[in-house]
């Protein structure tokens, strides 16, 4: 009986009581003085929980910071298709022109012999190419290419990190092919970081001037010439792409077994430790790779760059052989509440 | 136009890369969804902070996820993001030392009395019902949400709707008897 006057009292505060529960309560308020006040007491329980609420909210305010992620992700798509419109039309038909051409006259020679260098993860490798080009290669990664630079232009496919500091040939292009991302220089030094499990290429210039190109509808286009300094990271899965200043010396400092990174997820420093080092770096918890950090590491070992990971994020790590797992450090201890 | 649409078909449109059915999904769930929250919480900043990210993951997540029912996922979610941001403050609001501390602080400076003859003897209640058991106090709450009624406090709890009636009926006498404990060690 008295749930149900519980119940008809909420219905008659929210409103929502019928006719008939109307005549019920008010003739149960009548039966006696000890409802009256079991009535007034809930109904001011009810109204000072509703004030619980009273609090205004900004959906205006929450709106602006949500709209700020959506529209970082989408807009390098708006400004390619805004922009200089018609230089970058221009500039990729006068490239497809040369590429073309470059093609036409390279067909001949297409019984060309390819070398191929590969690394794995924990090596690194520099050597020249036959256009006494030089070569960086990193850990886990592969480099094809000619053994001859016969044709118009000089081409190469990478798949991982490579930095290139090219021999100057205005009549043969070099270009790096990584998937459907081409990037043609004259004579530049410039990183590339592209590995085929990451569906991301980012080019990094160096020195020297850097066209990057993607393939659109079996067409290259230009996406952007990248000066010195200037990096641009594309997803190869959905298109899009970011373009960022940075400091292009700390990109390569790889190559000198340093690594440098600025406010850099934790999971993109797994991946380059892997690598570097040829181990295997899991979390147990996925979220714990989203960590961000800031690091300079100069030509330590995997043990002292862990530590100082483990000092800067707070969290855990335990190596087994060649596996690596980042955990979070409470974990440990198990929970004492709840 | 988009106003109209269901939650389904904006889920769909979202699918599809859709500003505005975000937004539209947003404006339509938003002030419950914070409310919701901070029942939780008991902090409002918190709980925007929380259901922005809320969004955030949505549109993040929004070509790998199969979301059937997008309102008990919103509300679902929130339960969970705010339950961790509880963990994670390293206060947890439950614990039986901090309902004896909240008591011993009734005893030295707000006693009932003060807390009830007081022109706001709303918030009076209202730290009343903070002392109330967690699931009563969060039923209590939640039953004054605009857009919650009980079977969707049911399903977004994982309990029955008898279960939501029946705890909001205690929660409520619990409070008469505490409320009428106070005001009689007052008088």
């Known amino acids: ?79 390619k298709r ?58 886990g990664s592969t480099l094809k290419y000619p053994k001859n630079f016969n044709g118009k232009i000089r081409n190469v496919d990478l798949d991982g990190e490579a930095f290139f500091d090219v021999v100057h040939q205005s009549a043969h292009p070099f270009t790096v092919t990584t998937g459907d991302i081409t990037t043609v220089v004259l004579g530049t030094s410039f990183n590339i970081k592209a590995y085929d499990t990451e569906h991301k290429v980012a080019v990094t210039v160096k020195t020297g001037k850097v066209a990057v190109m993607a393939k659109h509808n079996g067409q290259d286009q230009v996406i952007k010439y990248l000066l010195p300094d200037d990096q641009i990271s594309i997803n190869t899965q959905n298109g899009l792409y970011t373009f960022s200043d940075i400091s292009a010396n700390d990109v390569v400092s790889w190559i000198n077994h340093d690594f ?32 961000r950090l800031t690091a300079k590491f100069k030509n330590i070992t995997l043990t002292e760059a862990m530590e100082n990971i483990s000092i800067l994020s707070g969290l855990a790590f335990t190596q087994n052989g060649n596996h690596l797992y980042i955990s979070n450090n409470n974990q440990k201890g198990g929970k004492i509440m709840k | 136009m988009y106003l109209q649409l269901t939650d389904e078909a904006l889920t769909d449109l979202l699918r599809k890369n859709d500003h505005l059915a975000l937004e539209t999904l ?25 259901i922005a990210n809320l969004f955030i993951k949505l549109w993040d997540g929004r070509h790998g996820s199969l979301i059937l029912n997008i309102r008990s996922y919103l509300f679902v979610s929130a339960k969970n993001l705010a339950l ?35 022109r706001e003897s709303y918030a009076g209640i209202l ?31 994982g309990i029955s709707v008898r279960t939501v009636d029946t705890t909001l009926y205690k929660s409520i006498k619990k409070l008469r008897l505490l409320l009428k404990d106070f005001r009689r060690s007052a008088s």
């Not at chain 1, 390819?114 to 520099?126: E, M």
């Not at chain 2, 509880?86 to 439950?94: G, I, L, R, T, Y």
Request: hydrophobic share 35%.
């Open chain 1, 260 to 291: 440098i990174f600025y406010n850099t997820s934790l999971e993109d420093i797994a991946t380059a430790l892997e690598h570097h080092y040829g181990i295997a770096i899991e979390f147990t918890d996925p979220d714990l790779s989203k960590v």
């Open chain 1, 1 to 79: 009986m008295e749930d149900n006057s519980y119940k008809l009292i909420i219905a008659y505060f929210e409103k929502t009581i019928s006719d008939e529960g109307l005549n019920q309560l008010q003739e149960w308020i009548e039966a006696s003085p000890e409802h009256l006040s079991q009535f007034s007491e809930t109904i001011q329980i009810l109204e000072a929980s509703k004030s619980y609420f009273k609090q205004q909210v900004y959906p205006e305010k929450t709106w602006s910071k949500i709209h700020a992620h959506i529209s970082r992700e989408d807009l390098p798509q708006l400004a």
């Open chain 2, 84 to 118: 961790n941001y509880n963990q994670k403050k390293k206060e947890p609001v439950d614990s039986i030392e901090d309902i004896n501390i909240c008591e011993s602080k009734f005893q030295d400076r707000d006693t009932p009395f003060r807390i009830l003859s007081s």
């Open chain 2, 127 to 157: 730290t009343v019902i903070d002392t109330l058991p967690p699931g009563q106090r969060q039923i209590l709450l939640m039953s004054h949400i605009d857009s919650l009624d009980n079977h969707q406090i049911s399903t977004i709890l």
């Open chain 2, 26 to 50: 947003f404006n339509r769930h938003y002030k419950p969804l914070c409310q919701f929250c901070a029942v939780y919480t008991r902090d409002y900043a918190a709980a925007e902070e929380i």
């Open chain 1, 82 to 139: 805004q922009g200089r419109k018609w230089i970058s039309y221009a500039a990729a038909c006068l490239i497809c022109c040369i590429l073309g051409t470059a093609l036409y006259q390279y067909r001949p020679g297409s019984s060309e012999i390819y070398q191929t260098v590969s690394n794995r993860n924990g090596q690194q490798a520099r050597f020249t190419l036959p256009d006494s080009s030089v070569v960086y290669l990193g850990g």
